[in-house]
């Protein structure tokens, strides 16, 4: 196929309740979306992830505004491409810039699958079976065990706890067997240090089926240490930012899982690659979310239909942080869970 036509559209819509990390406070999401369109007039989409600033990874929407529309569009634009990938190889020549990249490559990889006739998930080889939803908690303390209720309630099986040295164990241990049925995993977005490395130590009881990102994102030995000391999984976020950081995980002994992330990995054709060297090394994998609107979600709903991940990602109804998504139909969790659409490509309309 032959790419005609590039656009960029910035969206930015406020969250209905704001987000927060032991990073950063998120209220207000900027995001850029992107639609390629073939000389057939098919349209392909993507979702660039990058934040308004620069703190969960160096990327921000200015500087990805900039790398798109100057440096990325002008090597694919007019192109013929004969396979996604080449999307990828055709970007060897920037380094870095992950999210931009993806936004771009994803968003072909949504044309190719349209050309095809296929809905993405089965252009990739997933296979159509209910995505298990999981909901973030990214709340202060006091409003933890109201907003876990309330997500139990809406019939989330799979709750993500926001944590940091300074949280309050007890409050988490009460949590975590309160709700016997519910998986919890913790996040705490590399808030722990050398220092308060015993902090971690004690949160090994609570009961969570795996603890993401505890150390910074260049801490493998940190992590190493931790995966040995503790019983309870160590799961890499941050951390990976390409198939070399998957195999350092292996060779360090730093993980036993990977959270999958398009954007922090550069698209689709490094994902792919990524998700089979965990395939083959059996570190196991679920998909991260970015308080991402609909385009996102839905290429990473295609992205969890793959049949080895097996653990629950972040999956939340777009009601949840959205007044109004972008994408039509909304996605909708019903009973704990979202199914895939059956129309081509990533399956959704993009109101853009
Ligand atoms: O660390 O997983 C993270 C959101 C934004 C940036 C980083 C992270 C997150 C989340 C997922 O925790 C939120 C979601 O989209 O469901
Ligand atoms: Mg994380």
Same mark, same amino acid.
């Given at each position: 196929?032959? $790419?005609?036509?590039?656009?960029?559209?910035?969206?930015?819509?406020?969250?209905?309740?704001?987000?927060?990390?032991?990073?950063?406070?998120?209220?207000?999401?900027?995001?850029?979306?992107?639609? #390629?369109?073939?000389?057939?007039?098919?349209?392909?989409?993507?979702?660039?992830?990058?934040?308004?600033?620069?703190?969960?990874?160096?990327?921000? #929407?200015?500087?990805?505004?900039?790398? %798109?529309?100057?440096?990325?569009?002008? %090597?694919?634009?007019?192109?013929?491409?004969?396979?996604?990938?080449?999307?990828?190889?055709?970007?060897?020549?920037?380094?870095?810039?992950? !999210?931009?990249?993806?936004?771009? &490559?994803?968003?072909?990889?949504?044309?190719?699958?349209?050309?095809?006739?296929?809905?993405?998930?089965?252009?990739?080889?997933?296979?159509?079976? @209910?995505?298990?939803?999981?909901?973030?908690?990214?709340?202060?303390?006091?409003?933890?065990?109201?907003?876990?209720?309330?997500?139990?309630?809406?019939?989330?099986?799979?709750?993500?706890?926001?944590?940091?040295?300074?949280?309050?164990?007890? %409050?988490?241990?009460?949590?975590?067997?309160?709700? @016997?049925?519910?998986?919890?995993?913790?996040?705490?977005?590399?808030?722990?240090?050398?220092?308060? *490395?015993? &902090?971690?130590?004690?949160?090994?009881?609570?009961?969570?089926?795996? $603890?993401?990102?505890?150390?910074?994102?260049?801490?493998?030995?940190?992590?190493?240490?931790?995966?040995? &000391? !503790?019983?309870?999984?160590?799961?890499?976020?941050?951390?990976?930012?390409?198939?070399?950081?998957?195999?350092?995980? $292996?060779?360090?002994?730093?993980?036993?899982?990977?959270?999958?992330?398009?954007?922090?990995?550069?698209?689709?054709?490094?994902?792919?690659?990524?998700?089979?060297?965990?395939?083959?090394?059996?570190?196991?994998?679920?998909?991260?979310? !970015?308080?991402?609107?609909?385009?996102?979600?839905?290429?990473?709903?295609?992205?969890?239909?793959?049949?080895?991940? %097996?653990?629950?990602?972040?999956?939340?109804?777009?009601?949840?942080?959205?007044?109004?998504? #972008?994408?039509?139909?909304?996605?909708?969790? #019903?009973?704990?869970?979202?199914?895939?659409?059956?129309?081509?490509?990533?399956?959704?309309?993009?109101? *853009?």
């Amino acid at each position: 196929l032959t $790419i005609s036509d590039i656009e960029l559209l910035v969206v930015k819509k406020p969250l209905k309740t704001p987000f927060k990390t032991a990073l950063q406070s998120v209220k207000v999401r900027e995001s850029i979306l992107v639609r #390629v369109t073939d000389a057939d007039g098919i349209e392909g989409y993507g979702e660039c992830v990058a934040f308004s600033t620069p703190w969960y990874t160096e990327e921000t #929407v200015a500087g990805c505004h900039f790398v %798109l529309s100057q440096v990325l569009v002008p %090597l694919i634009m007019n192109k013929t491409l004969e396979s996604p990938q080449q999307a990828d190889e055709l970007f060897t020549a920037v380094k870095g810039n992950r !999210m931009a990249k993806a936004g771009i &490559e994803t968003a072909i990889w949504d044309l190719f699958a349209k050309r095809q006739g296929l809905p993405l998930w089965k252009f990739v080889g997933g296979i159509n079976k @209910p995505i298990p939803a999981g909901i973030v908690v990214a709340a202060d303390e006091e409003n933890m065990a109201a907003q876990v209720e309330a997500a139990v309630a809406n019939g989330y099986r799979r709750v993500k706890l926001k944590i940091n040295p300074g949280s309050d164990k007890d %409050l988490l241990k009460e949590i975590v067997e309160r709700f @016997p049925g519910i998986l919890f995993f913790a996040d705490a977005n590399g808030g722990f240090s050398r220092e308060t *490395f015993e &902090e971690l130590l004690a949160l090994d009881f609570v009961g969570f089926a795996l $603890i993401e990102q505890p150390f910074g994102e260049e801490e493998w030995l940190l992590h190493a240490r931790a995966k040995k &000391e !503790m019983k309870t999984p160590i799961c890499l976020d941050e951390s990976i930012r390409n198939i070399d950081d998957v195999q350092r995980l $292996i060779d360090l002994e730093a993980g036993d899982v990977v959270v999958l992330k398009m954007g922090r990995l550069g698209g689709w054709n490094e994902t792919m690659k990524v998700v089979e060297l965990c395939r083959t090394h059996d570190i196991a994998m679920w998909v991260g979310g !970015m308080i991402d609107f609909g385009v996102s979600k839905a290429h990473n709903l295609a992205l969890a239909s793959l049949p080895d991940i %097996l653990l629950p990602g972040d999956f939340s109804d777009s009601g949840h942080f959205w007044q109004e998504d #972008v994408v039509e139909p909304e996605i909708r969790v #019903v009973s704990g869970e979202i199914s895939l659409s059956i129309e081509k490509g990533i399956g959704y309309h993009v109101n *853009f």
